[in-house]
């Protein structure tokens, strides 16, 4: 498997902070991950250190095979970055923006117009930034973000202030890259957003990386019970249909089971396959956010 960014016992300080402890995972192409954390877990630190803005006290870390923080750091030309808050000169158009950064990445400048149309801003692009909305700004940062066709792209909380049908742009513009084999990392709050589109997700809390791995990876660690629900035809009776050990909420005509792993859920649903008396059954595994509460805690309590 080839790995793009590879982050290796890292720790960084900040004089007393210590904003990063210990910090391994890779990122490789073709794949979205999502780095999750409250305020201050150290998710802007790594992706400084990615860019080679600051350096690491202790450990490795390697972009496309580099050093980000040494002098001769080429790949820095496959990198693209979108930072937190993406501050424009209001005085210029979105065109002559994305010519100023095309030019400082060597990329001829009519090369880069394309990706105004590409973002949605092409009817906006002789207009001036000052006059922009905040989701017309986010655009021309993803824009400047794109330039050069990087391999690697690092999004600092980019849907946050976007409408729902810009989000969705948003991602499209992200899966189309992910699929032509680009490495996707964003840092991000918005667990439920990330949910159906990060395919690795990244946990931090206190500058440390809690837990990492797909969904369905983070589940299976947490041991989080499956909550499956079944609505009976009928009344129902005593002889409950697929009466299981754990249920926790029965009423005559809708019983909730709570089920440990994907083995004891599939039992379950062949068990219910046969019951005539059911009618409709719901699964609902545990959410990103469930997760994400759950290795805060685990972590949070072993400290
Ligand atoms: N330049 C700096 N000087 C001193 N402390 C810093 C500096 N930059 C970050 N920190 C501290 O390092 C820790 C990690 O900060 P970082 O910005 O990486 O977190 P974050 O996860 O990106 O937070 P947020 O979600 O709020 O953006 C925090 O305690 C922060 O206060």
Same mark, same amino acid.
């Given at each position: 498997?080839?790995?793009?960014?590879?982050?290796?016992?890292?720790?960084?300080?900040?004089?007393?902070?210590?904003?990063?402890?210990?910090?391994?995972?890779?990122?490789?192409?073709?794949? #979205?991950?999502?780095?999750?954390?409250?305020?201050?877990?150290? %998710? *802007?630190?790594?992706?400084?250190?990615?860019?080679?803005? =600051?350096?690491?006290?202790?450990?490795?870390?390697?972009?496309?095979?580099?050093?980000?923080?040494?002098?001769?750091?080429?790949?820095?030309?496959? #990198?693209?970055?979108?930072?937190?808050?993406? /501050?424009?000169?209001?005085?210029?158009?979105?065109?002559?923006? #994305?010519?100023?950064?095309?030019?400082?990445?060597?990329?001829?400048?009519? %090369?880069?117009?394309?990706?105004?149309?590409?973002?949605?801003?092409?009817?906006?692009?002789?207009?001036?930034?000052?006059?922009?909305?905040?989701?017309?700004?986010?655009?021309?940062?993803?824009?400047?973000?794109?330039?050069?066709?990087?391999?690697?792209?690092?999004?600092?909380?980019?849907?946050?202030?976007?409408?729902?049908?810009?989000?969705?742009?948003?991602? $499209?513009?992200?899966?189309?890259?992910?699929?032509?084999?680009? *490495?996707?990392?964003?840092?991000?709050?918005?667990?439920?957003?990330?949910?159906?589109?990060?395919?690795?997700?990244?946990?931090?809390?206190?500058?440390?990386?809690?837990?990492?791995?797909?969904?369905?990876?983070?589940?299976?660690?947490?041991?989080?019970?499956?909550?499956?629900?079944?609505?009976? /035809?009928?009344?129902?009776?005593?002889?409950?249909?697929?009466?299981?050990?754990? $249920? =926790?909420?029965?009423?005559?005509?809708?019983?909730?089971?709570?089920?440990?792993? $994907? %083995?004891?859920?599939?039992? #379950?649903?062949?068990? /219910?396959?046969?019951?005539?008396?059911? $009618?409709?059954?719901?699964?609902?595994?545990?959410?990103?956010?469930?997760?994400?509460?759950?290795?805060?805690? *685990?972590?949070?309590? /072993?400290?």
């Amino acid at each position: 498997m080839t790995v793009t960014v590879s982050v290796s016992g890292v720790d960084k300080n900040y004089r007393k902070v210590r904003a990063l402890r210990d910090v391994s995972f890779d990122l490789i192409p073709g794949r #979205l991950s999502a780095l999750v954390g409250h305020n201050g877990a150290g %998710k *802007t630190t790594l992706i400084k250190l990615m860019l080679g803005l =600051i350096r690491s006290d202790r450990g490795a870390i390697r972009v496309m095979g580099q050093d980000p923080a040494a002098g001769e750091f080429s790949a820095r030309r496959l #990198l693209g970055y979108l930072p937190e808050n993406v /501050a424009f000169n209001a005085a210029l158009t979105g065109r002559e923006t #994305l010519t100023f950064y095309a030019r400082l990445k060597q990329i001829k400048p009519s %090369k880069a117009w394309a990706l105004l149309d590409r973002v949605g801003l092409a009817d906006a692009a002789d207009r001036r930034v000052g006059t922009y909305s905040k989701g017309m700004r986010q655009r021309l940062g993803l824009a400047q973000a794109l330039l050069g066709q990087p391999r690697v792209l690092l999004l600092d909380e980019p849907t946050t202030g976007l409408d729902p049908a810009l989000r969705q742009t948003f991602y $499209e513009i992200l899966n189309e890259l992910r699929d032509d084999g680009a *490495t996707v990392l964003i840092s991000s709050h918005a667990l439920n957003e990330l949910e159906d589109r990060a395919e690795h997700v990244l946990i931090m809390n206190q500058g440390r990386l809690v837990a990492q791995g797909t969904l369905t990876e983070l589940r299976s660690l947490s041991q989080l019970p499956i909550r499956v629900t079944f609505d009976l /035809a009928g009344g129902g009776n005593d002889e409950a249909a697929v009466s299981i050990a754990g $249920e =926790i909420n029965s009423s005559p005509c809708r019983r909730t089971v709570l089920v440990s792993d $994907e %083995k004891g859920k599939m039992d #379950l649903l062949r068990a /219910a396959a046969n019951d005539p008396r059911v $009618e409709n059954i719901e699964i609902a595994a545990p959410t990103l956010d469930d997760l994400y509460a759950h290795f805060l805690n *685990t972590q949070e309590k /072993a400290a």
